[in-house]
C-alpha cells in the first residue's frame, strides 16, 4: 500500500491527514509506504525571519516531523530544479509537469489533496486552492505516459503504465465553514502523536500562526499547552462538518479525478473508518453513479 498526501506547505498535513496516516503506519507496518509532497518553497510564512531564514528553518521542521512519523518527505520540484515559490503557482506553467512526475514515480494508491473551493464567497489560501486545481487536472494524466516529454524526455516508443490512485480531498480551515465530507476518521488513538507531529513546527505554532491572527490561537508556551489549542481546534472541525464524537477525526471527500473506488474497497482499506460519522449514503449513491458512466 502506497499512500501520498500532496498539499502547499510545510505543516498542512499534520492538520488534515497525519492521524489517518498515522493509523495505516500502525495497521500495516512495514507493508505502507506514506509520502508527503510539499509544493512551496515554504519562504513566505514569518514577520521577521528573511525569505531564506524561513525557508531553511521550516524545511528542517518538516524533516523532523517526517522522522518522528516515518512517511517519506518530498519537497516539488520544477524541471529546471527549482522549488515553487509561495503565493506564485499559478504563474509556473511547469507545475503540472512536475507535480505530474512526482506522482509517476511514486505510484500510490491513494492521493490526499485540498479541496476544490466552489462557493465564490468562501475563503482560500492561494496556493491551497492553486494546488487542489493542479491535482484535479493533472489526474488524468497520471497515465499518460508521454504527456509532458519536452519537459522529461523519455523513449516515447515504449510507454509505461501507472496505476491511477483514489484521489481524496482533505479539510480545509481557510474555506470558513463550507467544508463537506463523505468519510471521517475517527483519530482520537493517535491524536498525541499527531500533537507531536505538528509540535515539530515551532516556527508556525509558536510564531507565525499566532502573529498572523487568523486561527484565534494564543502562542502555546509547552506541549501541553499545544495539545490543548489542537483539542480546540480539532472540535470546531467536528462542529463544521456535523460530527457530534468528543473524539477527534479527520475527514475525507472522495473525488472522481482518478480511480473511482467500490464502497468495499473503502470501507476496507481505510484505518479507523467511522461509519456513524460519515455520510455514507449520497457517498454510495455518487459511487453507483460514477462508476456506472
Not at 516515518?70 to 507535480?99: K, S, T, W
Not at 491551497?128 to 497520471?142: F, G, Q, S
Not at 472541525?237 to 472522481?256: D, K, L, M
Amino acid at each position: 500500500m502506497k499512500i501520498l498526501c500532496v498539499h502547499a506547505h510545510y505543516d498542512d498535513f499534520e492538520f488534515v491527514a497525519s492521524g489517518t496516516f498515522e493509523l495505516w503506519r500502525q495497521k500495516l507496518g512495514p507493508s505502507l509506504r506514506a509520502r508527503v509532497l510539499v509544493c512551496t518553497d515554504g519562504a513566505g510564512g514569518h514577520h521577521r525571519l528573511t525569505r531564506e531564514e524561513t525557508a531553511r528553518v521550516r524545511l528542517a521542521e518538516q524533516q523532523a516531523s517526517a522522522r518522528l512519523g516515518g512517511y517519506e518527505f518530498e519537497l516539488l520540484r520544477l524541471p529546471d530544479g527549482q522549488v515553487p515559490r509561495e503565493a506564485a503557482l499559478h504563474q509556473v506553467p511547469a507545475m503540472l509537469p512536475a507535480l505530474w512526475k512526482a506522482i509517476r514515480d511514486f505510484e500510490p494508491d491513494y492521493l490526499f489533496a485540498p479541496p476544490v473551493v466552489t462557493d465564490p464567497l468562501a475563503g482560500v489560501h492561494v496556493d491551497h486552492a492553486n494546488v487542489a486545481e493542479l491535482v484535479r487536472k493533472v489526474a488524468y494524466l497520471i497515465n499518460v505516459p508521454h504527456a509532458f516529454t519536452p519537459e522529461y524526455p523519455a523513449d516515447e516508443t515504449c510507454g509505461k503504465p501507472c496505476r491511477t490512485p483514489v484521489i481524496l480531498t482533505v479539510h480545509d480551515s481557510y474555506m470558513a465553514g463550507t467544508n463537506r465530507h463523505d468519510l471521517a476518521v475517527d483519530i482520537e488513538p493517535v491524536f498525541d502523536q499527531v500533537a507531536r507531529l505538528a509540535w515539530c513546527h515551532q516556527s508556525q505554532l509558536r510564531e507565525w500562526l499566532p502573529w498572523v491572527g487568523r486561527h484565534q490561537m494564543a502562542a502555546p508556551e509547552s506541549f501541553a499547552q499545544w495539545q490543548a489549542v489542537l483539542r480546540a481546534r480539532c472540535r470546531r472541525r467536528n462542529q463544521e462538518v456535523g460530527i457530534r464524537s468528543p473524539h477527534a477525526h479527520e475527514v475525507f471527500t472522495v473525488t472522481a479525478w482518478g480511480e473511482i473506488p467500490p464502497w468495499a474497497q473503502l470501507r476496507r482499506d481505510l484505518p479507523g473508518l467511522s461509519v456513524r460519522q460519515s455520510r455514507l449514503r449520497p457517498l454510495q449513491a455518487r459511487l453507483r453513479k460514477w462508476r456506472a458512466a
